[in-house]
């Protein structure tokens, strides 16, 4: 396996969740890079299901090791609480999850600043899930923020929460007023005992692991679109959630990269604010988001939902580069005759009762179509849509695991989108338990 990337293709919620739990079986390693308790992956098995936020799926391993990267920020009430709810599930995680010390930390205060900034915005609010990703890492960037590793340093870590609260303070006046900096301290009084077991240097640890050709799984959270540099600015999550956030929150070695996985739902969805291209207003979009169970893991927030859209997923690849090497041959060589490109289609069951669907192709402006999807917001809001119509299989495909016992009109939907983007299509999801995947050759 050596080191495999999983990453979200379209504005998250695509169901990366399942992949990485059938990868983490194999794995010795696996590693959350960027984000925080923002995320969310549901995995069904045996019935029961489990929630993820912060933690990464390989703790459904249990001879698998777990680490939170320099690049995550750690709420860490939401780190002691989701360690609890897997042990009253009957997961054992001793001894198997690590933070880096070089993580920062996502304070009480920091979520608290998270609701005051998406009043602050009003009606142009991002839609964030208020739980201070986007301020923690705010902190980070000024170089105000608080590191895991500084918790043990009573000294410096009160020194530096008191100055982050004061300088809220002064931006916010009374409207922080419900915020203790003595009640968070105090809670870290008891954190900094408890922390100890958890919180490493992780770059030994990561050092050894690719030295040793340890099969590593890279668990990205949220998806491109939803990038810092390259998503819809400004409706986008603070951090770097695409193959560039895996080697800086990781520290990856970029010659040892076996796979790049793009995960792509099989229709489109986003929650929160921000552009949503194919978008459907209307039964189809409620249909979309009732049969698919269109609802955060995290949030609760009904998420929008629309037709593929092809030019996101293209402009995904181009950014993610979806690789599958087959062997441990040198990465950044460039491409090799036997790579190819490494998509999982998820949730194709949901679209099972539609009489026709439509994929979107291409983004026409004044007739031309665009090149690649706009940085531009202001154009993006004036693309003309070109879709294809395909029909529908109407018939159920929960639960299958064999392709060719696909309706052959959900084949020609999968072979659509290969062509039309160039990709392999290495799984495609057919359901929400643990097996309902189909893996092809």
Known sequence: MSTTIVLGAQWGDEGKGKLMDILSAQANLSARCAGGNNAGHTIVVDGTKYHFHLLPLGLMNPSCMNLLGSGVVVHVPSFFHELEQLHRQ???????????????????????????????????????????????????????????????????????????????????????????????????????????????????????????????????????????????????????????????????????????????KAYTTRVGSGPLPTEQLNDIGEKLQEVGKEFGVTTGRRRRCGWLDLVVVKYSTAMNYYTSSGGSEDFCAGRLADEQDSINLTKIDVLDSFPELKIATEYLVDGHALESFPANLAVLEKVEIKYATLPGWQTSTTGMTNYYDLPVNARKYVEFIEEAVGVKIKSIGTGPGRGDIILRS
């Open 90 to 264: 009957g997961i054992n995680t001793e001894g198997r999850i690590v933070i880096s010390d070089r993580a920062h930390i996502a304070l009480d205060l920091h979520q608290l600043v998270d609701g005051l900034e998406e009043v602050e915005l009003g009606k142009a609010n991002i839609g964030t899930t208020k739980k201070g990703i986007g301020p923690a890492y705010s902190s980070k960037a000024s170089r105000s923020g608080v590191r895991m590793g500084d918790i043990f340093d009573e000294e410096v870590f009160e020194r530096r929460l008191r100055a982050l609260a004061e300088g809220y303070r002064k931006r916010f006046g009374d409207l922080l007023k419900g915020y203790d900096v003595e009640g968070e301290l105090q809670r870290f009084k008891t954190f900094r005992s408890q922390l100890r077991e958890y919180v490493v240097d992780a770059m030994p640890l990561m050092a050894s692991a690719q030295t040793s050709n340890a099969n590593i799984l890279v668990e990205g959270a949220n998806a491109i679109m939803l990038d810092l540099d390259y998503g819809t600015y400004p409706f986008v999550t603070s951090s770097s959630t695409g193959i560039g956030g895996a080697f800086t929150g990781l520290g990856l070695n970029p010659f040892k990269i076996k796979e790049i996985v793009g995960v792509v």
